[in-house]
């Protein structure tokens, strides 16, 4: 069995966070700014310092290419991407992605030739912190949206993301995706807290959730805050704090099943001296069921008339494209189960409730999910925390589950 070298990839995990690092130990990365640049100049550093061959597609995504004995078959993919929340921790994505590049070191200390090429990969706006909606870079190279779109993305500030990639170096010339893959492998922390509270050290992700989300928008009336009577306003902060405020007790109600917040609202005009008079909520929601998605949108739908029709303000629903289930190929849940009992490792199987790039690439290829426990099941946060140990048997498992799938045959 193959064993990378945890302390190299406890090395590289806090040397990557120190690039943004934050006054609470956290990292500030978010898609093409500064510091995702430097992050990803590191990564290919590493990566043609391992003898890896760097090619960077037109939405910026990186794959290190480590050739096979016969460098035609599809390659076997691992990875997962660099950005981080606005700000988030040391772990999310990147433990998938500098963990990949410790499984070829591995096999080039071993001298293990392996029949397909593999790459590792750091997709492109994983977070969809600063461009939203995130996981674009797969999303492209999985065909499920287009290049333009993606280039016209605009942040908060109205900075285009194809300008930024441009202006950091990663507007590459390689076209997205188009190309076989065999399967692709993604380790990543858990995000919830099911793997430390069973004391397991490999969950084998099974199945995805069903995700839903929508904007509402919100018309009053513009006026002055000081002038303007009380009985004749039509606030349209009011409405948005009442829309918030009720969408969480929906989300309470759905508990353990399901959950939903208010995460986004924009006001106009934004000043202390005048009424608003357009607000924008945007919330996000999942549920393990689709009817239980379902009756969230229909609940949020209601409570926007209730809310337009009591304070006389319009009022508009728009749902988001949502996402729906689909289940991991059964072979390779089965393989992470069995790479991890070979290793000595406990798992569990369990779903996964948020987004990974392995859910655009399912369409490419088969793909699988391993997680590791991370502290408190926090993610997207400052605090997030992943043990050494927990760290280093994920990418055990990546490591044989990624040389088992480069020695198959073509088919």
């Known amino acids: 069995m193959i064993r990378v070298d945890g302390e190299r990839l406890w090395s590289d995990l806090m040397t990557m966070a120190a690039i943004g690092a934050t006054a609470n130990g956290g990292s500030y990365r978010t898609a093409l700014s500064d510091a995702d640049r ?4 590191l990564f290919v550093h590493w990566a ?33 991407h660099l950005d981080t929340q606005a700000p988030g921790g040391k772990f999310d994505g990147v433990l998938g992605v500098l963990a990949g590049l410790e499984v070829v070191r591995t096999l080039d200390r071993a001298g293990a030739r392996t029949r ?24 492209l190279f999985a065909g499920r949206t287009t290049l333009e779109t993606l280039l016209a993305t605009r942040d908060r500030a109205g900075i285009l993301m194809g ?16 190309r076989p893959v065999d399967s692709y492998v993604e380790l990543h922390i858990e995000q919830g807290p099911v793997l430390e509270a069973a004391g397991i050290q490999i969950g084998a992700v099974t199945h995805t959730s069903y995700q839903g989300g929508g904007i509402i928008e919100i018309l ?16 349209a902060l009011v409405g948005a704090a009442k829309i918030v405020q009720e969408i969480e007790e929906i989300g309470m109600a759905q508990e353990p099943h399901g959950m939903v917040s208010a995460t986004v609202i924009d006001i106009w ?7 608003p008079h357009k607000a924008v909520v945007q919330f996000l929601a999942v549920h393990a069921e689709a009817g239980g998605r379902d009756d969230i949108l229909a609940s949020i739908e209601q409570l926007v008339e209730k809310v337009g029709q009591e304070h006389r303000l319009s009022m508009s629903f728009s749902r988001n494209p949502q996402r729906h289930r689909f289940d991991f190929p059964s072979e390779l849940v089965e393989l992470t189960e069995q790479v991890a009992s070979q290793l000595g490792f406990t798992s569990m199987r369990l779903p996964t409730w948020t987004a990974h790039d392995a859910l655009n690439m399912h369409v490419v290829c088969p793909t699988a999910l391993i997680f590791v426990p991370c502290r408190d099941g926090i ?12 760290a280093k048997a994920g990418a055990d498992v990546l490591a044989n589950m990624v040389y088992e799938r480069a020695q198959r045959a073509a088919d």
């Open 48 to 80: 043609k310092e391992a003898g890896l061959t760097v090619t960077i597609d037109k939405i910026g995504n990186v794959f290190a290419r480590r050739s096979g004995i016969d460098d035609n078959l599809p390659p076997v993919m691992m990875g997962s």
């Open 269 to 275: 005009p934004n000043n202390r001296i005048n009424i």
């Open 38 to 41: 430097d992050g990803r100049n």
């Open 116 to 139: 397909r090429p593999i790459e590792v990969v750091n997709w492109t706006n994983e977070e969809g912190a600063r461009f939203p909606p995130g996981v674009v870079g797969s999303n």
């Open 379 to 390: 993610s997207h946060s400052e605090f997030e925390w992943c043990e050494p140990g927990h």
């Open 163 to 178: 300008d930024e990639l441009k202006r950091i170096g990663y507007a590459g010339e390689a076209e997205v995706g188009q």
């Open 220 to 235: 009053g009336e513009n006026g002055h805050s000081q002038t303007t009577r009380m009985s004749k306003r039509r606030n």
